[in-house]
């Protein structure tokens, strides 16, 4: 067995299209893995996509044929196949080797493999992959089959290829092609494996678990046929299992057990141990092929039986109850071929740092590469995957549904080894918006995708990979009877909030699970003055607008701030208002939704991430900036949370406890004034089970505000943040807008790390150091700090600048909801 990459001496061309004449009959180096837009822009042909508006003045790219071309010399090395293999080609292509004529493809989600030995040469050699313009392609596929209902501009539901790269409401339009993941040319004799799928499982033993390790190997055969057996071994933890397999088996099934198994648990229950499996194969004693994997045992079921209140949705691992603390997952660049290693690991860190335990791949990106699953794994993070299906009708009929089914295949093969992999979902609001957006009219009859969801994925998933769940869509209320996003059953979107509704309105649902939710903001300062150069800068800037997707985007940022924040008086109040208020809604709809447990078993926020400089959803923004909004989630999604509530009765105290270890003690509640004056006091015992709950009502007279814009309730109580009940919003509230008192000291022996500490003088709300703004590459390990009169904390600031220390304390740098008030203290 020999691999051989061919990554290199490719030339990019543009064959037909509306190409700028500059472009005419000529080559530029292309890398690959990539795609036109990075080869375009590396040649200085093009400014940068991301920039400005040039998005508009590069939708030509979208609708231009692409050649790719390499040559590369080639000897007989006597193998029987000579195999070109290509990991992922974006998206319809012709792939000719000397000029012969080898496939043509049409699905970037899955790979191919093609017998190239009858056309190779001794010495050189040439291949040429021809991508048909992928925005020409879908418009003619969508005419041809007939056009189905589906969201954004672009009918992306006619092809196989990423949703979001035609553009959504986050996400910019760069319809992209090019050789996107690895290819090469690989030569074999006899056998090899062709695919390896180790499912596993857990059986109580006499001292502990033993893992079970059931392992399907899937091989292909050359060359003439010998009638010579070949030996297939697997080891797994010191356990080693060989079988003679005859000539010509297609797939061998081996067992193997691990007495007192290391048990994999997602993070915050237990470690992630991971279990080299190695795959071998043997001919007269001499190794044909060889295939290293790694395994997590544990088990996996979600429970969705009716119950009194409907029917859950209850992830548990290994016996266990995980309460889902998680976010949506998109792709992390508009150029997926530009996310490496080590930014998908920085992306995990994301996740855990902020106490998640979940991520959600979102239907309309990718099956996610295996660098990401990797990271997830070790890190213990739990991944629900999205087949490729999102906010549109897909047609089933043989055109499409062979090439869905071949991609299905290969998604649940290559990602069985994977023990973060929990969840496999089959769309993304297909079954509601077939329901609730008026498709059934638009369509006439004609297929939308629903065989899909509930006929080929579960029989696929059932057949390859039965030791994961799944489940035909989110939201999805798992009884045809019932609306697809009925909040008593299954998993609910939660959408009337931000397009419609207050963030208020979250506590008028009461979801079993939440899978999609949130609220807009825009990236940091400096993320976003990077990308949009209007003068003067402001919401409603030509090139503001083009890096904020959402339909009427910025007006519902304004609607969402009233009532709960002043009005800004300059961009610079806007954009910290519009972070401020995000980073609020969500901490507001998540502290409910997590007070109504165990009714509600997950919370599952939109979203994690970017893939561009835009004003949306995301927590972490592209330039990889912590937004206010990721810090809120990192204090809301603590294991343990203490949180005011609206209950029967009047105000109630809620305690989660999401740990091993159950909580007992004393709670001192407490209603003041803003300077720290006692008014009313009360202490009450309690106790919370190991992942448990506990309600605790707060007396009548400790919640009879007498002024409700200089008061606060508070709960204290060991091992919790402080839970502070506000009567009113920061707009009606008297806060001191200048309620701090500042030191900055540089740490000795730490080079660039500098403390900032902060004093109260009065109550202060969501205090957060903007450190962009003082130098574009700091970073902070806090936001989002409350503080109570007489009360301090430090951020922790690391920065390369030499800069004055004092510009950490500037109003533009340091911030918090008070700050807000400047213009309205002499009249409150």
Same mark, same amino acid.
């Given at each position: 067995?020999?691999?051989?990459?061919?990554?290199?001496?490719?030339?990019?061309?543009?064959?037909?299209?509306?190409?700028?004449?500059?472009?005419?009959?000529?080559?530029?180096?292309?890398?690959?893995?990539?795609?036109?837009?990075?080869?375009?822009?590396?040649?200085?042909?093009?400014?940068?996509?991301?920039?400005?508006?040039?998005?508009?003045?590069?939708?030509?790219?979208?609708?231009?044929?692409? =050649?790719?071309?390499?040559?590369?010399?080639?000897?007989?090395? *006597? $193998? @029987?196949?000579?195999?070109? %293999?290509?990991?992922? #080609? +974006?998206?319809?292509?012709?792939?000719?080797?000397?000029?012969?004529?080898?496939?043509?493809?049409?699905?970037?989600?899955?790979?191919?493999?093609?017998?190239?030995?009858?056309?190779?040469?001794?010495?050189?050699?040439?291949?040429?992959?021809?991508?048909?313009?992928?925005?020409?392609?879908?418009?003619?596929?969508?005419?041809?089959?007939?056009?189905?209902?589906?969201?954004?501009?672009?009918?992306?539901?006619?092809?196989?290829?990423?949703?979001?790269?035609?553009?959504?409401?986050?996400?910019?339009?760069?319809?992209?092609?090019?050789?996107?993941?690895?290819?090469?040319?690989?030569?074999?004799?006899?056998?090899?494996?062709?695919?390896? =799928?180790?499912?596993?499982?857990?059986?109580?033993?006499?001292? *502990? $678990? @033993?893992?079970?390790?059931? %392992?399907?190997?899937? #091989? +292909?055969?050359?060359?003439?046929?010998?009638?010579?057996?070949?030996?297939?071994?697997?080891?797994?933890?010191?356990?080693?299992?060989?079988?003679?397999?005859?000539?010509?088996?297609?797939?061998?099934?081996?067992?193997?057990?691990?007495?007192?198994?290391?048990?994999?648990?997602?993070?915050?229950?237990?470690?992630?141990?991971?279990?080299?499996?190695?795959?071998?194969?043997?001919?007269?004693?001499?190794?044909?092929?060889?295939?290293?994997?790694?395994?997590?045992?544990?088990?996996?079921?979600?429970?969705?039986?009716?119950?009194?209140?409907?029917?859950?949705?209850?992830?548990?691992?290994?016996?266990?109850?995980?309460?889902?603390?998680?976010?949506?997952?998109?792709?992390?660049?508009?150029?997926?071929?530009?996310? @490496?290693?080590?930014?998908?690991?920085?992306?995990?860190? +994301?996740?855990?740092?902020?106490?998640?335990?979940?991520?959600?791949?979102?239907?309309?990106?990718?099956?996610?590469?295996?660098?990401?699953?990797?990271?997830?794994?070790?890190?213990?993070?739990?991944?629900?995957?999205?087949?490729?299906?999102?906010?549109?009708?897909?047609?089933?009929?043989?055109?499409?549904?062979?090439?869905?089914?071949?991609?299905?295949?290969?998604?649940?093969?290559?990602?069985?080894?994977?023990?973060?992999?929990?969840?496999?979902?089959?769309?993304?609001?297909?079954?509601?918006?077939?329901?609730?957006?008026?498709?059934?009219?638009?369509?006439?009859?004609?297929?939308?995708?629903?065989?899909?969801?509930?006929?080929?994925?579960?029989?696929?998933?059932?057949?390859?990979?039965?030791?994961?769940?799944?489940?035909?869509?989110?939201?999805?209320?798992?009884? +045809?009877?019932?609306?697809?996003?009925?909040?008593?059953?299954?998993?609910?979107?939660?959408?009337?909030?931000?397009?419609?509704?207050?963030?208020?309105?979250?506590?008028?649902?009461?979801?079993?699970?939440?899978?999609?939710?949130?609220?807009?903001?825009?990236?940091?300062?400096?993320?976003?003055?990077?990308?949009?150069?209007?003068?003067?800068?402001?919401?409603?800037?030509?090139?503001?607008?083009?890096?904020?997707?959402?339909?009427?985007?910025?007006?519902?940022?304004?609607?969402?701030?009233?009532?709960?924040?002043?009005?800004?008086?300059?961009?610079?109040?806007?954009?910290?208002?519009?972070?401020?208020?995000?980073?609020?809604?969500?901490?507001?709809?998540?502290?409910?939704?997590?007070?109504?447990?165990?009714?509600?078993?997950?919370?599952?926020?939109?979203?994690?991430?970017?893939?561009?400089?835009?004003?949306?959803?995301?927590?972490?923004?592209?330039?990889?900036?912590?937004?206010?909004?990721?810090?809120?989630?990192?204090?809301?999604?603590?294991?343990?949370?203490?949180?005011?509530?609206?209950?029967?009765?009047?105000?109630?105290?809620?305690?989660?406890?999401?740990?091993?270890?159950?909580?007992?003690?004393?709670?001192?509640?407490?209603?003041?004034?803003?300077?720290?004056?006692?008014?009313?006091?009360?202490?009450?015992?309690?106790?919370?089970?190991?992942?448990?709950?506990?309600?605790?009502?707060?007396?009548?007279?400790?919640?009879?505000?007498?002024?409700?814009?200089?008061?606060?309730?508070?709960?204290?109580?060991?091992?919790?943040?402080?839970?502070?009940?506000?009567?009113?919003?920061?707009?009606?509230?008297?806060?001191?807008?200048?309620?701090?008192?500042?030191?900055?000291?540089?740490?000795?022996?730490?080079?660039?790390?500098?403390?900032?500490?902060?004093?109260?003088?009065?109550?202060?709300?969501?205090?957060?150091?903007?450190?962009?703004?003082?130098?574009?590459?700091?970073?902070?390990?806090?936001?989002?700090?409350?503080?109570?009169?007489?009360?301090?904390?430090?951020?922790?600031?690391?920065?390369?600048?030499?800069?004055?220390?004092?510009?950490?304390?500037?109003?533009?740098?340091?911030?918090?909801?008070?700050?807000?008030?400047?213009?309205?203290?002499?009249?409150?």
């Amino acid at each position: 067995m020999a691999y051989r990459p061919l990554h290199d001496n490719w030339t990019l061309s543009a064959v037909s299209g509306p190409f700028p004449a500059t472009l005419q009959d000529l080559s530029v180096a292309a890398t690959v893995p990539g795609c036109a837009h990075t080869d375009l822009f590396a040649a200085g042909l093009i400014d940068p996509p991301f920039d400005g508006d040039n998005e508009s003045r590069q939708q030509w790219i979208g609708n231009t044929v692409w =050649r790719y071309e390499t040559e590369f010399e080639w000897h007989d090395d *006597g $193998a @029987d196949r000579h195999d070109l %293999v290509a990991q992922g #080609l +974006d998206t319809v292509a012709v792939i000719e080797v000397n000029g012969h004529l080898v496939a043509e493809t049409e699905n970037q989600h899955r790979s191919y493999r093609f017998d190239v030995g009858s056309v190779l040469q001794e010495g050189v050699n040439t291949v040429t992959i021809t991508f048909r313009a992928p925005v020409d392609e879908a418009e003619a596929r969508s005419a041809a089959h007939g056009p189905r209902p589906h969201v954004n501009h672009h009918p992306y539901n006619a092809l196989r290829k990423a949703a979001f790269n035609f553009g959504w409401d986050w996400g910019i339009d760069v319809a992209t092609s090019g050789i996107w993941r690895p290819i090469g040319l690989e030569s074999w004799s006899g056998a090899r494996i062709a695919s390896v =799928r180790p499912l596993v499982d857990l059986r109580q033993g006499a001292t *502990g $678990a @033993d893992g079970l390790l059931d %392992v399907r190997i899937a #091989l +292909d055969w050359a060359g003439a046929s010998t009638g010579e057996a070949v030996e297939v071994t697997a080891s797994v933890g010191g356990a080693v299992v060989t079988e003679l397999v005859p000539e010509g088996t297609a797939e061998v099934r081996l067992a193997l057990e691990v007495p007192d198994v290391q048990v994999w648990w997602p993070v915050g229950h237990g470690g992630q141990p991971l279990y080299p499996v190695e795959i071998g194969v043997q001919r007269g004693g001499v190794a044909v092929d060889a295939s290293e994997t790694r395994v997590g045992f544990r088990t996996v079921h979600v429970d969705t039986q009716p119950d009194v209140e409907g029917a859950p949705f209850t992830v548990i691992i290994n016996g266990r109850v995980i309460q889902v603390r998680g976010a949506n997952w998109i792709p992390d660049h508009a150029f997926v071929t530009e996310v @490496d290693a080590d930014r998908y690991r920085r992306r995990i860190r +994301d996740a855990v740092e902020s106490n998640m335990n979940l991520l959600r791949v979102w239907g309309g990106g990718i099956y996610e590469s295996d660098d990401f699953y990797a990271a997830c794994d070790e890190a213990g993070i739990l991944v629900w995957q999205d087949f490729l299906f999102a906010c549109a009708a897909y047609a089933e009929e043989e055109w499409l549904a062979t090439e869905v089914e071949a991609e299905a295949r290969e998604a649940i093969v290559r990602l069985s080894a994977h023990p973060s992999l929990v969840i496999w979902n089959g769309n993304n609001e297909n079954i509601w918006g077939y329901h609730d957006w008026g498709w059934q009219e638009k369509l006439d009859g004609r297929t939308w995708g629903v065989g899909y969801y509930r006929t080929l994925l579960p029989a696929l998933v059932a057949e390859l990979d039965p030791t994961r769940f799944y489940s035909a869509a989110s939201p999805y209320s798992f009884d +045809d009877d019932l609306h697809p996003n009925d909040e008593s059953h299954g998993t609910m979107h939660i959408w009337d909030v931000w397009n419609t509704e207050d963030y208020s309105v979250y506590r008028n649902h009461r979801p079993r699970f939440v899978s999609e939710f949130g609220f807009q903001g825009p990236p940091a300062w400096t993320t976003l003055v990077d990308a949009v150069h209007d003068e003067p800068l402001e919401p409603y800037g030509t090139q503001m607008l083009v890096h904020q997707k959402a339909a009427d985007g910025n007006l519902k940022l304004e609607r969402g701030m009233q009532g709960h924040l002043p009005e800004p008086r300059s961009i610079e109040e806007w954009h910290w208002a519009t972070q401020l208020n995000q980073a609020a809604a969500v901490r507001f709809g998540i502290e409910h939704f997590r007070s109504l447990s165990p009714r509600n078993t997950g919370v599952i926020v939109w979203q994690l991430n970017d893939s561009w400089p835009v004003v949306s959803w995301a927590a972490v923004d592209f330039a990889e900036r912590r937004k206010p909004l990721w810090f809120a989630l990192r204090d809301v999604y603590e294991p343990r949370l203490a949180t005011f509530q609206p209950r029967e009765g009047g105000v109630a105290l809620v305690v989660l406890n999401d740990t091993d270890e159950p909580w007992q003690g004393d709670i001192r509640l407490q209603r003041t004034l803003f300077d720290g004056s006692s008014l009313a006091e009360s202490r009450v015992s309690a106790s919370v089970p190991a992942r448990g709950e506990a309600t605790v009502q707060v007396p009548a007279d400790l919640a009879a505000f007498g002024d409700d814009s200089r008061e606060i309730l508070t709960a204290r109580l060991d091992g919790y943040a402080t839970a502070i009940h506000d009567p009113a919003q920061v707009v009606d509230q008297a806060l001191d807008p200048d309620p701090l008192a500042v030191e900055v000291r540089e740490v000795a022996g730490e080079s660039g790390v500098v403390l900032v500490e902060v004093f109260a003088r009065s109550y202060v709300r969501d205090i957060t150091l903007l450190v962009d703004r003082f130098d574009v590459d700091a970073r902070v390990d806090r936001g989002m700090v409350t503080l109570l009169a007489g009360e301090s904390a430090v951020f922790r600031v690391t920065t390369a600048s030499t800069a004055d220390r004092s510009g950490l304390v500037e109003s533009a740098v340091l911030r918090h909801a008070n700050s807000l008030h400047s213009a309205y203290s002499a009249a409150i």
